[in-house]
């Protein structure tokens, strides 16, 4: 599938091309700057909104936790309660470690073969790479909460500080950005050089993948190289979230409408992409119900009576060889 | 059907190399040997499920007898399935592929085949959905992953739904908990509407509806078995058994999978059963008409499942028991655990089980009424209610396999164990990463224990093959316990080929032989009619 990602790597630079002709040599400011990521906004509202009303419009017939350790069950065994959850509580904790440190991708192997033997070993690169990725995403996003709310949110001048920890020996300098650049390359070399990943590998891993480490990459430029004037764009930003929208007076680099498209473009991908896996883990049946099914009966809103074998039946067919055998009957 | 290859040549042929051309692209293998038959049409009639011809046919056919409006009726019953089960929708879309569960498939393991990896099991029926119920896949076709649903996928689903054993070992290491058993469901209903599944699953269905259990034994069968069993018992131990069926006001009723009642060694595992009931003194009897723990229903469909396992409380209301008692059995246990009090609850018969001897309440079972033996019995041995001498069991060097269905869909992973330390004095575990909830599927589970895929489910149960050798060699294991009918079946077979020398057990075949009973001769034979004091086979192998 090498042509997978040679396709998202395109699209993504002819999607860069775009925004940065459209500004800077159609004047297009107002579409990229205003239009396209209102609209980018709203499908990601509408779109995200949509899809987990359907998801929850899907019934949950049965309970079936994916037990990965000792059930409740008698008082002087102990019960695994994150891993076979018995209440609600546990199902809390079980889903936060799930969600927060991804448990389950860390308990990840790799079979081998060695000889006659096939081994198991523990290996940790997913989960490191997933961890960088989202955990840096994450910080990214918040700093940029700075450029949507003024006074700038305590936690986000808090989170600043010690994203900038390194301040001391490079200036000016914020670890979250180049640590998601380097989550998203980690997660992309995976894609292109494991051959098994790869095989595996469709157009729309690369895409999000690609157009993610575009925006990375032009965010680094803007604040690194380019220099561009974060007043001008802060007015943008706010005229944006202010719902009163206006191109600031002598413009801003076409650099900052491509990393602004990019945006747009990845927000708006959302609802229709794989990462929709953000609303999707709080659903999955198999880690948000509780191993009590013996115990607390589930119903299933959907059950219907079915045709069944009853033993009156059975007992007429058999009768004659089930008294033969001594065995009890109804009718005699 | 070739010949199976000899262990070492079949071992070194698996290729990891993924092919050339794209997944979509090959073709699915259904030459002989690489399928199961499909289900003869007196079944499907006896069942009242679809069955588009009363012929004879072979998947390896060019053309498949399926009706003319099949793409509809798959549609329509893909579409109900995406309302009925959020587990499917939810599994379809968030997918992204970090290929985490790839290797940790059995199958993909043994074969080598791209398309048992988990992901991309669950991409055959994915491709279908995004093209027809995603508007990214309805515009965009096959770049955003969609493929229309032709012939051919419909031949990868059958060749490829019947190469799953449903064990949910894939869903451990998911990060969005995506459990391939449920793909594989969905998969087999969908097939199922036009006709398309397996004998050998719905052969024993069609015989558990009618006469009770799986392997279609007639009440005074049965019963003659049973009794058989105790003639056997009385000849080792010199303990006259007499157990009853189907009898009113019993306290317990007790079910186990027919394979226990049929054939070697699950039969000795029955011995097991009965001996420590006649031990207890235990007011409790079998039933002919619910004489089946297992459920291939769950095999087929939802509904099927449902009209096979109502006869566990039909029968525990007409006899009036105040609970049920289940033997040793996989996928029984999880569609008793995960399904039973749900589809056929909530149940109006007796009370919370409570044992009789120790006096425990099992509130863990409160809804279904219903307990696994191993429970019961740890919970004997707690209470020191067992007079044992696990020495009986010394010949035995134990390891044990913890079957897919009770590890990962219900946690009972101790209380067996408790019970093996308990009646033998040599057990060794298997490597961690094989056992407990990351243990490996005897590779012929959800009713793919058949002849003619037999190396098929060789190479699916190698991993599990695998890891016993390395005890075998390392300890000298010569006895695989487990606690699963299908284990039993499919285990020996898979040890004789790759483990020579390693015989398997069910847990309380080896309770049997280490319960000291009221007024038994010196024991001098096992429940196998083997002497206790053999000499261990450790220069068996070597």
């Known amino acids: 599938m090498k042509a997978a990602y040679l396709y998202s790597l395109i699209a993504v630079v002819v999607l860069g091309l775009i925004a940065y002709?459209?500004?800077?040599?159609?004047?297009?400011?107002v579409l990229f700057g205003v239009i396209i990521p209102y609209l980018a906004f709203i499908v990601f509202l509408v779109g995200f909104a949509n899809k987990v009303l359907d998801w929850s419009k899907s019934a949950v017939p049965f309970k079936i936790p994916t037990t990965m350790g000792q059930?409740?069950?008698?008082?002087?065994?102990k019960q695994n309660k994150i891993d076979s959850p018995y209440t609600t509580g546990q199902v809390v904790i079980r889903m936060l470690l799930e969600i927060l440190l991804f448990r389950s991708l860390f308990k990840n192997t790799r079979t081998g073969f060695s000889g006659e033997r096939i081994s198991y070993k523990w290996v940790i690169w997913l989960w490191l790479f997933a961890i960088l990725f989202h955990y840096s995403f994450l910080v990214v996003v918040i700093r940029h909460l700075r450029f949507f709310a003024e006074p700038v949110p305590f936690f986000v001048n808090f989170l600043e500080q010690i994203d900038g920890m390194l301040q001391v020996l490079l200036p000016h300098m914020f670890l979250s950005g180049f640590a998601l650049l380097a989550g998203t390359l980690l997660l992309l070399v995976r894609r292109v050089f494991l051959p098994k990943i790869v095989y595996i590998s469709r157009p729309a891993d690369y895409f999000p993948l690609f157009l993610i480490t575009g925006i990375a990459v032009t965010g680094l430029m803007m604040r690194y190289l380019a220099k561009v004037d974060v007043i001008r764009i802060k007015e943008l930003?706010?005229?944006?979230?202010?719902?009163?929208?206006s191109i600031p007076e002598g413009g801003i680099s076409g650099l900052f409408y491509v990393h602004l498209f990019f945006v747009s473009i990845l927000v708006a991908y959302i609802p229709f992409s794989k990462i929709m896996h953000i609303g999707g883990i709080f659903l999955s049946p198999t880690r948000n119900t509780a191993n009590d099914t013996r115990a607390r009966r589930h119903v299933n809103p959907w059950n219907y009576p079915v045709k069944t074998h009853t033993y009156e039946e059975y007992e007429e067919e058999f009768r004659d060889k089930m008294k033969e055998a001594g065995i009890p009957v109804e009718k005699e | 059907m070739a010949e199976t290859p000899?262990?070492?040549?079949?071992?070194?042929?698996?290729?990891?190399?993924v092919p050339e051309e794209p997944w979509e692209d090959v073709p699915p293998d259904l030459s002989p040997g690489r399928f199961a038959y499909p289900t003869k049409p007196k079944n499907l009639e006896y069942l009242g499920m679809p069955m588009p011809t009363k012929e004879e046919w072979s998947p390896a056919d060019e053309e498949w007898p399926i009706p003319d409006n099949w793409k509809e009726i798959i549609h329509e019953g893909f579409k109900d399935r995406l309302e009925k089960y959020r587990s499917l929708k939810i599994f379809m879309d968030v997918c992204v592929r970090c290929g985490a569960c790839a290797d940790k498939c059995h199958f993909f393991i043994g074969t080598g085949d791209p398309k048992n990896m988990p992901v991309l099991r669950a991409e055959l029926l994915r491709s279908v959905y995004r093209k027809d119920f995603t508007t990214a896949g309805k515009i965009l076709g096959r770049i955003s992953g969609g493929r229309p649903l032709t012939k051919q996928v419909l031949k990868e689903w059958f060749s490829y739904f019947y190469q799953c054993t449903e064990c949910r070992r894939c869903s451990v290491y998911c990060p969005y908990g995506i459990d391939t058993a449920e793909i594989t469901m969905m998969g087999r209903e969908l097939l199922s509407l036009l006709g398309l599944n397996i004998n050998w699953i719905l052969e024993p269905a069609a015989n558990c509806f009618r006469t009770g259990n799986h392997l279609g034994i007639q009440p005074h069968a049965f019963r003659e078995m049973v009794d058989f069993f105790c003639d056997d018992i009385e000849e080792i131990t010199g303990v006259k058994l007499e157990p009853t069926f189907n009898r009113k006001g019993a306290e317990i009723l007790f079910i186990t999978p027919s394979g226990d009642v049929f054939a070697d060694p699950g039969t000795y595992t029955m011995m097991g059963y009965l001996l420590l009931f006649e031990h207890l003194g235990l007011d409790y009897t079998l039933s002919t008409y619910a004489s089946e723990g297992g459920n291939f229903g769950l095999f087929t469909s939802s509904e099927m499942m449902k009209r096979l396992n109502s006869k566990m409380y039909a029968e525990a209301r007409r006899l009036g028991v105040k609970w049920i008692l289940g033997g040793e059995c996989g996928h029984m246990w999880?569609?008793?655990?995960?399904?039973?009090?749900?589809?056929?609850?909530?149940?109006?018969?007796?009370?919370?089980?409570?044992?009789?001897?120790?006096?425990t309440v099992f509130e863990n079972a409160a809804a279904t009424k219903m307990v696994h033996i191993t429970e019961f019995t740890a919970d004997l041995l707690r209470h020191n209610k067992l007079r044992l001498d696990p020495s009986r069991n010394d010949n035995k060097v134990v390891t044990f396999h913890d079957s897919?269905?009770?590890?990962?869909?219900?946690?009972?992973?101790?209380?067996?164990?408790?019970?093996?330390?308990?009646?033998c004095n040599n057990f060794y575990e298997m490597p961690e990463n094989t056992i407990r909830e990351q243990t490996f599927c005897c590779g012929s589970g959800s009713g793919l224990n058949t002849e003619e895929i037999m190396e098929l489910r060789l190479l699916g149960g190698l991993p599990r093959a695998n890891a016993v050798r390395y005890v075998h060699e390392k300890f000298g294991v010569n006895m695989l316990s487990c606690i699963c009918a299908i284990d039993r079946a499919a285990l020996p077979p898979l040890m004789d080929y790759w483990v020579p020398g390693v015989d398997v057990t069910g847990i309380h075949e080896?309770?049997?032989?280490?319960?000291?009973?009221?007024?038994?001769?010196?024991r001098t034979m096992d429940l196998r009619f083997e002497p206790l004091k053999e000499e261990t086979e450790e220069d068996a192998d070597e």
């Open chain 2, 6 to 17: 000899k262990p070492e040549e079949l071992f070194k042929n698996i290729d990891h190399s």
């Open chain 2, 334 to 359: 999880r569609v008793i655990h995960q399904y039973m009090d749900t589809m056929n609850g909530p149940t109006d018969f007796g009370e919370t089980p409570k044992s009789p001897i120790t006096g």
């Open chain 2, 404 to 423: 897919c269905n009770p590890s990962r869909a219900m946690g009972l992973l101790d209380e067996p164990r408790e019970v093996l330390k308990a009646v």
């Open chain 2, 510 to 522: 080896l309770v049997g032989n280490a319960l000291v009973m009221d007024g038994e001769i010196e």
């Open chain 1, 237 to 245: 930003t706010m005229g944006l979230a202010t719902l009163q929208p």
């Open chain 1, 21 to 29: 002709a459209g500004v800077e040599a159609a004047g297009l400011d």
């Open chain 1, 71 to 77: 059930q409740k069950s008698l008082p002087w065994i």
